[in-house]
């Protein structure tokens, strides 16, 4: 993008269009660029290459990043970003900054592991098969990060304030607004739910001439079934048939939402007292977070206590290899939550074949993954290059997810202190995105338009 004159306030949609994932937004104030998130394309091939292809601008070019939180789909680029050129500071807010330490090192060393099973195993294309970023990358990005509290305002450049909003989701997770030259515009990044059993409700946004708004959920409403009902069914139907629940789960947000229902549910004895394992070394350090922000969640001291008391924690390979070894009945929680990779793809070689077990899929499935593939039906999945029989019982809960649904989107909309100029609609697959536009246009009465991938906005007067 060539270089704009002082005074031009643009917007550049580089990610989330027509997908779930790869949240990256350029924001051109002046002379000045700011990149709000920094996210992977995950799912289907043709957006993953995305991340291998050359960055749409010059990250040497970029001055500041601002992250809305840190899952991968938001930040995990940041360490291939920093290796490009980029050298300027990277914000968000204190949980957010401490999550990321634990997630990119972690993503690090699973792509390093990916390539390096590949290379062994001769599965790649690629000869030798390479990470598209090292362990050693992701905590050299790390010295970057600089944390900011809700409500403080900042300059990431010079001419330019911004500000944080709880946005709920998961810990740290944050609407990002920048103001330039009398003009705002807010990020909703990630929108959680109002009544959530662990986060905290998402706060209104900030007064702004302009909003992007995500629309994960954009084309449905969340059931009103409890999570606590849904889980407790399929954790009796399976311990009655001494099955394995293996649940693909999300480390941050998700892992910590299903130990604690499940600890309630054996506590009131609901459900039968089963070994419950959380083979995730990423999502044990993240669950020892919210004791560190207890103010981000609704989880007391007794509650963390209970979770701890119920689960076993898997630390080392060698204890994730002897679960597989294992009887049930059981629960296995383990990332990555849409069966992109990591320790869960392991437990489903060694128990998707069984009937008496179950998958349980408890978050947004995008398309091309795994994880959307058990959703659908499939009967079989590919994983690390061998063909893996799905006899067990697929279970995708309903109430687990972590974003808001249409319905909640619109009602944090309708909190803005006036009407937007427009309502820029992504990080939602097409039937998603343009339901919520259609509905944000008939029932708030607002400009709303789902950009292509690219699309260059003006956002001056």
Same mark, same amino acid.
């Given at each position: 993008m060539p270089a704009m004159p002082a005074g031009d306030f643009r917007l550049q949609f580089l990610g989330a269009n027509a997908t779930v994932t790869g949240s990256r937004? =350029?924001?051109? #104030?002046?002379?000045?660029?700011?990149?709000?998130?920094?996210? !992977?394309?995950?799912?289907?091939? &043709?957006?993953?290459?995305?991340?291998?292809?050359?960055?749409?601008?010059?990250?040497?070019?970029?001055?500041?990043?601002? =992250?809305?939180? #840190?899952?991968?789909?938001?930040?995990?680029?940041?360490?291939? !970003?920093?290796?490009?050129?980029? &050298?300027g500071q990277v914000w968000g807010t204190h949980a957010t900054v401490s999550l990321c330490g634990i997630l990119l090192p972690d993503s690090g060393r699973l792509l390093e592991e990916e390539a390096s099973y590949a290379n062994r195993k001769g599965t790649s294309k690629h000869h030798p098969a390479e990470p598209l970023y090292s362990q050693s990358d992701a905590q050299h990005c790390l010295r970057r990060l600089r944390g900011v509290g809700f409500g403080q305002a900042f300059e990431p450049v010079p001419g330019v304030q911004a500000s944080l909003r709880m946005q709920g989701h998961i810990l740290g997770a944050a609407a990002v607004t920048l103001e330039y030259q009398g003009t705002r515009i807010t990020f909703s990044g990630d929108l959680g739910r109002p009544h959530d059993p662990v986060m905290l409700a998402p706060v209104a946004p900030a007064d702004s001439d302009w909003i992007v708004s995500e629309s994960t959920y954009g084309d449905r409403r969340h059931p009103a079934t409890a999570l606590v009902q849904e889980l407790r069914e399929v954790l009796r139907r399976v311990a009655a048939r001494a099955g394995v629940v293996v649940i693909p789960a999300f480390a941050v947000g998700r892992a910590q939402l299903l130990l604690h229902v499940i600890a309630q549910l054996q506590a009131s004895g609901e459900v039968p007292v089963v070994p419950v394992f959380l083979n995730s070394p990423m999502a044990t350090d993240v669950t020892a977070l919210y004791r560190q922000y207890p103010d981000l969640h609704r989880l007391d001291a007794a509650a963390l206590d209970a979770v701890q008391r119920t689960t076993q924690i898997v630390s080392s390979v060698e204890q994730s290899k002897a679960l597989n070894r294992r009887k049930g009945p059981m629960v296995i929680v383990s990332a990555s939550g849409m069966a992109t990779g990591g320790r869960v793809l392991h437990h489903l070689i060694a128990f998707a074949p069984d009937p008496r077990n179950a998958i349980v899929l408890c978050g947004f499935q995008a398309g091309g993954t795994r994880g959307a593939s058990l959703a659908a039906g499939a009967r079989s999945l590919r994983i690390y290059g061998q063909d893996v029989a799905v006899n067990a019982e697929v279970v995708p809960l309903s109430a687990a997810s972590a974003h808001a649904d249409a319905d909640e989107v619109l009602d944090w909309l309708r909190t803005a202190p006036r009407a937007p100029r427009t309502v820029f609609v992504t990080h939602g697959e097409p039937d998603a995105a343009d339901a919520l536009r259609l509905r944000i246009e008939r029932e708030l009465g607002w400009h709303a338009h789902v950009p292509e991938y690219l699309e260059q906005v003006d956002l001056a007067p």
């Open positions: 937004y =350029l924001v051109q #104030a002046g002379n000045r660029r700011i990149l709000v998130d920094c996210g !992977l394309f995950q799912g289907y091939k &043709s957006l993953r290459l995305r991340n291998w292809a050359p960055f749409p601008v010059d990250p040497g070019s970029i001055d500041a990043v601002v =992250l809305t939180h #840190a899952h991968l789909d938001h930040s995990g680029y940041l360490p291939r !970003l920093v290796r490009s050129g980029f &050298s």
